[in-house]
C-alpha cells in the first residue's frame, strides 16, 4: 500500500489550493462590492428591455436589435437625449437588451440582472404572455417602473393588481368582436357555423371562452372542439366531425406549427371552410409561407397595426408605413407588426421620461400613470375610465371579467382590426385591412373575400 | 360519427404509423448494432430536414430529390459521429453515451437555432397538399409517402442484412465480437458503417418529417421519445417489431385523439409507452434489453 | 513509475471550512443584489448538480427528469402558500417533501427500468406531469401562477436557504458515499447484476438514493420559485433544468463533491456573461461538455486534482 501519510509537500501544496483560491474569492467579492456600490451619476438614462431573440417565439422578438439601434440613434443624436428638468440637462440613453430564449423562468431571471445589475432606470417588455407577464411580476417586486406592449390584456391581467407596470395593447373581447365582425361583413356568403379549436394556453382558453360567447349572442352556430395542446399534429377526428355539419366558418388560436399540422390536414382532407379566422398563427408573413402551396391565401387574423394606419411617431414622425419601409430598405426582411409596437413602447417611454424629468422611479412611474400620448400604433391613455371609451354593450362584455374593470388605469386600449392574406406583388404574401370595426380613421384596404372566391377556379 | 369516417381515422393512422416506423428504424438500427439509444436522434432527424432545407433553398429542386444530396452527407455524419465520438465513450461504461448523445442533443439544437433562427420551417411539396379520394376514403396524401417510404426503406434494410458482407458483419459484431474479429471483422469499423446507414435512414425520415410537419430547431425531442416508444413495442433490433410499433403509436395517436380529445392525445401516447415500457421492457416482440 | 497521490486528510482543515461558512453567511450583508441573486442560483444549481452527479456517477442512475421535482417543488410550494395560507418557508419545506414522496411512487414504474431505458423513462414521465399540468385548471393550466406571496422577500432572505440546501446536498453526498446504502449503491454502479447477486436489494437502494436526491432537487424548485415568483407548465418542467444541471456537475467533475462547485460558478458566469449575445451559451457549454465527457471525462476538478497530484477523501 502506498505511503498514507501526508509529507510536508503535500500538505502544502493543497493549503496553498486553498489559499489561492480564497484570495481569488475575496478579489472577485470585493471588486464586485466596490462597483456595486458606486454612486450611479445620470451619465445614461438606462432602460432595459427583455426580448426573446432565441427560440419558438423568436419572431417577435427579430426586429427589435434594429429598433433598439433607430430609437438610440434618434433619441442620442438627432434630439442630443432627453431633457430631464431635475438635472437641466439632455441626458442620452442606453437600451440594454437580454434575450429571454422565450423562456419565462429566463425572462425572470434577465429582468431581475437588468434591476439588480445593470441598475436600470426603467423597463420595457413585449412579446406575448411569456415574456411580459415575469417581466412585469419581477418589476412589481423590485419596484421599477415598467412600460408594457404586445401582450393580451387578460393575459397579463393574471399578475394584477400592478402598481408599477403599465400595458398598452387590445383586450381578448375586442378581438373576439373582431373576429365575429369580419363574419357579419361576409354576411349571407356562409351559413353562419363556425368550428372552433384552440391551443390548450391562456391566450387559446381566453379566446374560445370570449368567440364562442360574441359569436352566440350573434346568432352564429359553434361546433367548439375544445383546446389542443402544443405539437398536436393529427386533428383528422375534428375535421371529420367539421365537414360531417358543414361548417363554413373555422376559428382558433395556435402557435404557428400547430395550425400548420391542422389547416395542411383540412386540405388533404377536402375540408376548405370559406373562412378561416385565426389568431396568434397567421401575424408574420414567414409563418403564412411555411404553410406551404396557396394554403395562406384567404387566411383572415387579428391585426395590430398596419401600414395604412393612420398614426404618427410622437419620437420620429413616422407613419407605420414610413417605418416599414425603413426596416425593409435596412435590413431586406419583410415587416411585421411587432416592429411597430417596440417603437411605440419607446415613444411611451421616453415621453414618460421627460415629464417625469428626472430618474426617480416613483416620478417615472407617474409620469407613466399620467401618459396620453398619441403613438405610432394610437393614443395611449391610462387616465380614461372604460365608460368613455366604449359602448355600453362592450362595457357589459368586459363587466364578465372583473378584473378588466379593477385595473383599468394599468392598460390602455390599442386598436385592433381584421386583415386578410392574399398574393402579393413584392413579397410572396401581404396583409390587407379587411374589416375596421369602430376604427373609422383606419380605412380598409380591400373587400373580405371567401377562401374559395381568392383560390380561384 | 359515422362508419366511414372511423374508418378513414383508422386508415390515417395506419399510414402516419408508417412515418413514426421510417423514423424509429434509424433507432433501431443504431440501437440493435451498437447497443446505445442515441439520445439526439430525434435531433439528427431534424438536422436533415435542414440540411434539405438548406439545400432546396440554394438550388430550388424537390424535397424528395434533395434526398440525394442529404442522405450521403448525413451517412459521413454518422460514421464520423460514431468513430469520433460514440467508439471513444463505449469503453468508459454503460451511461457515458447517455450522457454524450444528449449533450449533442443539446448541441444540435442551439447550433440549428444560431443558424437557421427560431422561424418555423417547412419541406413544400404542393403536389401532395390536395384531397385523393379512393373508395369513399380521404387519405392523407402526406402521410401516404411517410408510408410508401417506410416499406421502401425496410425493405431495402432487410436485403441489406440479409444479402451483403457488411450487412451480415453489422448483424454478427454485436451478437458474438470475438468470433468476428476471428474471421476478420474490426468492430470498431463495422460500427462505424453502421452508423452511416443509420443516419442514412435517419436522413430519409428527417426530410419525410419535413415534408409532413413544421419543424423547428427543438422539434428533435418529440420524435426521439415517439422513435423510442416505436422501438421498445417492437423490441430492439428488430426492424419488423419497429414496423408493426410504428403502426401501433400512429393508432394510438389518432384513436387517443378521438377518444380523449387532442388535449390528452400526446399525453396518452407517452402513457402507453410508459406502461409498455413497465410491462415489458424487452418490447412487445422480445428482442434484447 | 507511477505517480503517487497523497491522501489529504479533511480533518485536517476544519478551521478553513469554518472560516469559509462564516465567510459565506456573511456575504449577502455586503455585496450587492446582483451578486447575491448570482449566489443563490449558484447555490441552487449547485446542490441539485450534486445530487444529480452522484447518481449518475455512483449509482448508475442517469435521470433525465430533474425537472419533474423542480416543477413540482415549485408548484407545491406556491399552492401551499398562496391556496391553503402556510407559511411560506413551512410551504418550501413541505414542498421538499411532497417532491421526495412523488419520487418514491414514481421509484415504482422507473426504477425497474435499467440504463439508458430508465433515463428515457424519467424524460417521458417529465413530460407526462407537463401535459398534466398544462392542463390542470386548479394551477392555472397553462397560463401559470404567479406567487404574489413572495414578493415581499428579499434576496438576502432567499439567500440563506439556498446556501443551506447547498450544504445539505454536500452532506447528502457524504453520506450516501460512505453509508452501508451508498455502499449497495456504488456495487450496483460497478455492476448491478453482480451487487444483486451479491444479495443487495438494488430496487430499495436505488429507490431511496432517488428520493433523498429529489428531496433536495424538489427543495431547490421551492427556493426557485420563491425567487422568481412565476411559474408556469412549459418553463417550470422544462428539459433545460436536467440539462443545465447535467452541465454543471460534467463540467466540473461529475460525482465529486467540489466538481459542482466549478462547475456552478462557470455555469452561472457563462450565463450573465453570454445573455447579451444571443443564445450562444447553451452551444458552448454543450461542446464543452461533449468534449470533456470524450477527453476529459474526470471533469475540471478532475483535471486539477491530477495535476496537483492531490487525492481527497472519495466524494470529494
Not at chain 1, 417615472?364 to 391613455?381: C, F, H
Request: proline letters at 5%; hydrophobic letters at 50%; glycine letters at 10%.
Amino acid at each position: 500500500m502506498k505511503n498514507r501519510f501526508l509529507s510536508k509537500s503535500a500538505v502544502t501544496k493543497v493549503q496553498a489550493a486553498i489559499i489561492a483560491v480564497v484570495i481569488v474569492v475575496a478579489v472577485i467579492a470585493g471588486v464586485a462590492y466596490y462597483y456595486s456600490t458606486l454612486p450611479k451619476a445620470p451619465e445614461y438614462i438606462k432602460i432595459g428591455w427583455p426580448v426573446p431573440l432565441t427560440g419558438g417565439i423568436a419572431s417577435f422578438g427579430e426586429p427589435d436589435p434594429w429598433v433598439a439601434q433607430q430609437i438610440e440613434d434618434y433619441v442620442n443624436n438627432e434630439m442630443g437625449g432627453v431633457y430631464l428638468s431635475e438635472y437641466g440637462r439632455k441626458i442620452p440613453i442606453k437600451i440594454i437588451q437580454r434575450d429571454t430564449k422565450s423562456d419565462a423562468d429566463f425572462a425572470s431571471t434577465v429582468a431581475a440582472e437588468l434591476i439588480t445589475k445593470e441598475q436600470v432606470d426603467l423597463m420595457v417588455v413585449l412579446h406575448t404572455p411569456a415574456t411580459v407577464v415575469p417581466v412585469s411580476t419581477q418589476c412589481e417586486r423590485y419596484e421599477v417602473p415598467c412600460i408594457a406592449f404586445d401582450c393580451p390584456v387578460l393575459s397579463w391581467l393574471t399578475g394584477a393588481p400592478y402598481e408599477w407596470s403599465y400595458l398598452a395593447f387590445w383586450t381578448e373581447v375586442d378581438v373576439a368582436e373582431v373576429f365575429v365582425g369580419i363574419w357579419d361583413t361576409l354576411g349571407a356568403k356562409t351559413n353562419k357555423k363556425v368550428a372552433g379549436l384552440w391551443s390548450d394556453d391562456p391566450d387559446g382558453r381566453t379566446f374560445r371562452e370570449l368567440t364562442i360567447a360574441v359569436a352566440e349572442a350573434r346568432g352564429y352556430t359553434v361546433i367548439d372542439s375544445g383546446l389542443a395542446p402544443y405539437g398536436t399534429t393529427d386533428f383528422s377526428s375534428y375535421i371529420q366531425q367539421w365537414k360531417s355539419a358543414k361548417a363554413e366558418i373555422l376559428t382558433g388560436n395556435f402557435i404557428p406549427p400547430d395550425f400548420a399540422s391542422l389547416w395542411r390536414q383540412c386540405r388533404e382532407m377536402g375540408y376548405i371552410p370559406k373562412v378561416s379566422t385565426i389568431g396568434r398563427s397567421v401575424l408574420f408573413p414567414a409563418s403564412v409561407e411555411a404553410l406551404g402551396g396557396d394554403l395562406g391565401v384567404g387566411l383572415t387574423t387579428e391585426v395590430w397595426v398596419h401600414k395604412v394606419s393612420p398614426f404618427k411617431s410622437s419620437l420620429t414622425g413616422q407613419t407605420p408605413a414610413e417605418l416599414a419601409e425603413a426596416y425593409e430598405e435596412a435590413t431586406g426582411k419583410q415587416w411585421s407588426t411587432p416592429l411597430i409596437f417596440s417603437h411605440a413602447a419607446f415613444e411611451t417611454a421616453i415621453d414618460a421620461l421627460q415629464r417625469a424629468g428626472s430618474l426617480d422611479k416613483t416620478k417615472i412611474k407617474d409620469a407613466i400613470a399620467d401618459t396620453d400620448l398619441d403613438t405610432i400604433v394610437g393614443n395611449v391613455n391610462y387616465k380614461k375610465p372604460l365608460s368613455q371609451i366604449l359602448t355600453s354593450e362592450e362595457l357589459a362584455l368586459y363587466e364578465s371579467y372583473p378584473e378588466l374593470i379593477n385595473n383599468q388605469n394599468h392598460y390602455s386600449i390599442t386598436p385592433v382590426i381584421g386583415g386578410q392574406w392574399v398574393k402579393g406583388t413584392k413579397w410572396p404574401y401581404e396583409l390587407e385591412v379587411v374589416y375596421n370595426w369602430k376604427y373609422d380613421n383606419i380605412p380598409e384596404t380591400a373587400q373580405v373575400k371567401t377562401i374559395p372566391e381568392l383560390l380561384g377556379p | 360519427m359515422d362508419i366511414l369516417s372511423f374508418v378513414n381515422l383508422i386508415f390515417n393512422g395506419l399510414l402516419l404509423g408508417g412515418l413514426f416506423a421510417l423514423t424509429a428504424f434509424g433507432l433501431s438500427v443504431f440501437a440493435g448494432i451498437m447497443r446505445v439509444i442515441n439520445i439526439a436522434h430525434g435531433d439528427f432527424a431534424i438536422l436533415a430536414a435542414y440540411l434539405a432545407f438548406s439545400i432546396i433553398d440554394f438550388l430550388k429542386i424537390d424535397p424528395f430529390l434533395s434526398l440525394l444530396i442529404v442522405a450521403p452527407i448525413m451517412f459521413v455524419i454518422g460514421y464520423l459521429f460514431q468513430k469520433f465520438t460514440i467508439n471513444r465513450v463505449l469503453p468508459m461504461g454503460a451511461n457515458q453515451p447517455v450522457l454524450v448523445t444528449f449533450a449533442l442533443s443539446i448541441v444540435i439544437q442551439n447550433l440549428l437555432l444560431l443558424l437557421f433562427t427560431a422561424d418555423a420551417r417547412s419541406l413544400i411539396t404542393p403536389y401532395l397538399l390536395t384531397n385523393i379520394e379512393l373508395f369513399g376514403l380521404n387519405p392523407s396524401p402526406r402521410y401516404a409517402a411517410g408510408f410508401i417510404s417506410a416499406l421502401i426503406v425496410f425493405a431495402a434494410i432487410f436485403i441489406f442484412f440479409k444479402k451483403t458482407y457488411l450487412g451480415k458483419a453489422m448483424r454478427a459484431v454485436p451478437f458474438d465480437s470475438e468470433a468476428a474479429k476471428m474471421i476478420g471483422i474490426k468492430s470498431d469499423v463495422v460500427y462505424n458503417y453502421a452508423a452511416g446507414l443509420a443516419m442514412l435512414v435517419v436522413a430519409i425520415a428527417g426530410v419525410l418529417l419535413g415534408i409532413t410537419f413544421t419543424f423547428y430547431p427543438d422539434t428533435g425531442p418529440v420524435y426521439v421519445l415517439l422513435s423510442f416508444g416505436v422501438v421498445v413495442m417492437g423490441g430492439l433490433g428488430s426492424l419488423k417489431g419497429s414496423l408493426v410499433g410504428g403502426f401501433i403509436m400512429g393508432e394510438a395517436l389518432v384513436l387517443g385523439g378521438f377518444f380523449f380529445g387532442s388535449r390528452f392525445q400526446l399525453m396518452f401516447c407517452y402513457l402507453v409507452i410508459l406502461i409498455i415500457l413497465y410491462i415489458k421492457p424487452q418490447g412487445l416482440f422480445g428482442g434484447r434489453v | 513509475m507511477e505517480e503517487e497521490f497523497r491522501m489529504a486528510n479533511l480533518k485536517n482543515y476544519y478551521t478553513y471550512i469554518v472560516i469559509a461558512l462564516a465567510f459565506l453567511a456573511s456575504l449577502p450583508l455586503w455585496v450587492g443584489g446582483f451578486l447575491r441573486d448570482a449566489l443563490i442560483l449558484f447555490f441552487l444549481y449547485l446542490a441539485a448538480a450534486e445530487v444529480w452527479g452522484f447518481m449518475a456517477k455512483h449509482a448508475g442512475i442517469v435521470s433525465l427528469g430533474q425537472q419533474i421535482f423542480m416543477g413540482v417543488g415549485g408548484y407545491a410550494t406556491a399552492v401551499l402558500c398562496m391556496y391553503y395560507g402556510f407559511p411560506l418557508w413551512a410551504s418550501v419545506i413541505i414542498a421538499g417533501l411532497f417532491g421526495a414522496g412523488l419520487a418514491g411512487v414514481l421509484s415504482f414504474p422507473l426504477l425497474r427500468l435499467r440504463g439508458v431505458y430508465f433515463s428515457i423513462g424519467t424524460f417521458l414521465a417529465a413530460e407526462i406531469i407537463r401535459l398534466f399540468f398544462n392542463s390542470w385548471e386548479f394551477v392555472g393550466a397553462g397560463k401559470g401562477l404567479i406567487f404574489k406571496d413572495a414578493y415581499a422577500i428579499s434576496t438576502t432572505l432567499i439567500y440563506y436557504p439556498a446556501l443551506a440546501i447547498g450544504i445539505l446536498s454536500i452532506f447528502l453526498v457524504y453520506f450516501l458515499y460512505h453509508s452501508k446504502l451508498g455502499f449497495g449503491l456504488r456495487s450496483i454502479g460497478a455492476d448491478e447484476d453482480a451487487a444483486s447477486g451479491l444479495g443487495v436489494n438494488t430496487f430499495r437502494c436505488k429507490a431511496s438514493c432517488f428520493t433523498l436526491a429529489s428531496l433536495i432537487t424538489s427543495l431547490v424548485g421551492a427556493v426557485n420559485v420563491v425567487h422568481h415568483t412565476y411559474l408556469n407548465p412549459t418553463s417550470a418542467f422544462s428539459i433545460s433544468w436536467t440539462v443545465n444541471f447535467l452541465f454543471v456537475a460534467v463540467i466540473g467533475g461529475a460525482g465529486t463533491i467540489i466538481g459542482p462547485f466549478i462547475g456552478s460558478t462557470i455555469f452561472v458566469a457563462l450565463g450573465y456573461l453570454l445573455s447579451q449575445y444571443l443564445g450562444l451559451s447553451l452551444l458552448l457549454e454543450g461542446l464543452v461538455v461533449l468534449a470533456i465527457l470524450i477527453a476529459i471525462p474526470e471533469g475540471v476538478w478532475g483535471v486539477i486534482s491530477r495535476k496537483l497530484k492531490v487525492k481527497l477523501k472519495p466524494p470529494f
